[in-house]
């Protein structure tokens, strides 16, 4: 092994050792309870010095596509504020496998809230008699609603809220959140606002209001942001008093995640370049302008396809019994194979050296990005309604990830770079003309930031110049996995 793999070894050993170190004090003084065998199944985080229904309740709601884990920041910091959390995964998302019901959303999603209040009380770890919510996006409606249904709760926060009713008298003591960069979500902000009755302090009647802009994030970033988790505790700590035991603690787990997924990455790039190289030469190479219009085309037919799909009355927005997810791997498919027929390179059978690098590099995706990942951004465990999707998604999104491969193996390590940005450029451009004309996919341009980031951790861990194969392989297998991990079902 050359010296220079040698140090990305045992550099990147050293971050991962230090993530894992890192990441579970994040619980240190806390007693987590976990109710999986429950619907929906239920996360409870409080601190570990007092029986956990001697505190006051906060009910935490995630949005679409999210879960309980993603929402951890916030049930972290209020646990060690003295408050016990009670998350859960509404129905589709996470580790429920209940169906999400689009045609009964709201009332069904009402109904997880109050269904994991009383698990959490019968299983003598919730205070029913002192309860707040806490809710993002689609679960920002949720505390909203809950807080109107529920007139006893003490205090809702909407982060990123959702059009809902509100009235100057209920929710009570209700505290609106949105990211600087979010302004959708910061006029729904203003609207509620308005509607309940504007800025006031008066927490003993319950009907004091308050907006708050968390500056320099949006609509995922928010949810780990410091300032957003400190914004909550205050508002709770104001209806409630300062509770006792409380420490001040700060979130950096997501700061502990990227230096684990660093340290993966070179970990996989020290282990992949050990291996004897495949010559690829003999499979020729197209002309730049080729590449460059594949890749594009692709991208725009796939969205008019898939277009023309829904006017013939298929789902497109629930293909795979996945709401939004399954579009996501279908268009990729169909770019994928518009993209080889334009390319049309010579194919040749994935060789075992490239099968083997593959498989190392998901591996180290796998690890760094999800299980990593499961405790602090989401459930990276398939449950088996998942799990039996997840070689069809991976056959599926292959195509596109082998032309990917194709257009970019003669590149130089510099050169990657930059397809590494014309990809996000081509699947953005496709994915904001499916969004054109098809809004019912709105949730994706919410989603896009994130989608430059799981492009590029891709081709950080292999790069095309290992074969087509060898960079396809793991690509498909990875964003498969995540997607599936990810959405909710229906």
């Known amino acids: 092994m050359k010296r220079k ?17 890192q990441i579970p004090t994040a619980q240190k003084g806390l007693e987590v309870i976990k109710l999986p065998d429950t619907n929906p199944p239920v996360t409870i985080i409080a601190p570990s010095n007092t029986a956990p229904a001697s505190r006051p309740t906060v009910l935490i709601a995630h949005g679409f596509a999210g879960s309980s884990v993603l929402m951890r920041g916030f049930a972290l910091t209020l646990a060690q504020a003295g408050y016990t959390t009670v998350s859960w995964d509404f129905k589709g998302h996470g580790e429920n496998p209940t169906p999400l019901s689009l045609s009964n959303e709201s009332s069904g999603l009402l109904e997880d809230s109050e269904a994991a209040l009383a698990q959490a009380v019968a299983a003598e770890a919730a205070n029913p008699d002192q309860v707040a919510i806490l809710g ?3 679960g920002s409606g949720v505390a909203l609603e809950y807080g109107i249904v529920h007139p006893d709760t003490n205090a809702t926060i909407a982060i990123s809220p959702v059009r809902q009713t ?30 309940a ?5 008066n927490y ?13 994030v949006e609509h995922i970033s928010i949810l780990f942001s410091p300032l957003a988790h400190t914004a909550a505790r205050a508002w709770l700590d104001a209806t409630y008093g300062a509770q006792a035991g409380a420490i001040n603690y700060t979130d950096r787990r997501i700061l502990w995640f990227g230096m684990g997924i660093i340290g993966f990455i070179l970990v996989s790039n020290a282990v992949v370049n050990t291996i004897q190289p495949t010559s690829n030469e003999s499979l020729g190479v197209k002309p ?42 279908a268009w990729f498919g169909t770019a994928g194979v518009i993209n080889l027929l334009i390319l049309r390179p010579k194919f040749s059978w994935p060789k075992g050296k490239e099968i083997t690098k593959g498989l190392v590099v998901f591996a180290a995706l796998w690890l760094g990005v999800g299980l990593i990942g499961n405790y602090v951004w989401l459930p990276w465990l398939l449950i088996p309604q998942r799990l039996i999707l997840w070689i069809p998604a991976f056959i599926v999104l292959l195509p596109w990830f082998y032309a990917v491969g194709e257009a970019s193996r ?18 953005l451009a496709g994915l904001f003309l499916a969004l054109t004309l098809y809004p019912g996919l709105g949730f994706i341009f919410i989603i896009l930031p994130l989608i430059p980031v799981i492009l590029g951790l891709h081709m950080l861990a292999i790069s095309a110049k290992h074969g087509s194969w060898a960079f396809a392989i793991p690509g498909a297998m990875f964003t498969a996995w995540l997607l599936l991990a990810v959405f909710p079902l229906q």
């Open 5 to 21: 793999y040698v140090i990305f070894l045992i550099l990147g050993l050293l971050l991962i050792a230090i993530t894992v170190w």
């Open 136 to 138: 993002h996006s689609m």
């Open 166 to 195: 509100v009235t100057p008298e209920l929710p009570r003591n209700l505290l609106l959140m949105a990211g600087s960069r979010e302004q959708q979500f910061v006029a729904n902000a203003k609207k509620l606002l308005e509607t």
């Open 197 to 201: 009755g504007g800025e006031n302090n």
């Open 204 to 216: 003993s009647a319950g009907s004091a209001r308050k907006l708050v802009i968390i500056p320099n």
């Open 288 to 329: 730049r302008w080729l590449r460059l219009v594949a890749l594009l085309a692709g991208s725009l037919v796939s969205s008019l396809l898939l277009w023309l799909a829904s006017l013939g009355g298929l789902q497109i927005s629930q293909l795979l019994g996945l709401v939004v997810g399954g579009f996501l791997i």
């Open 410 to 427: 003669p590149a130089r390590p510099a050169g990657q770079l930059g397809w590494w940005l014309y990809q996000v450029i081509v699947v």
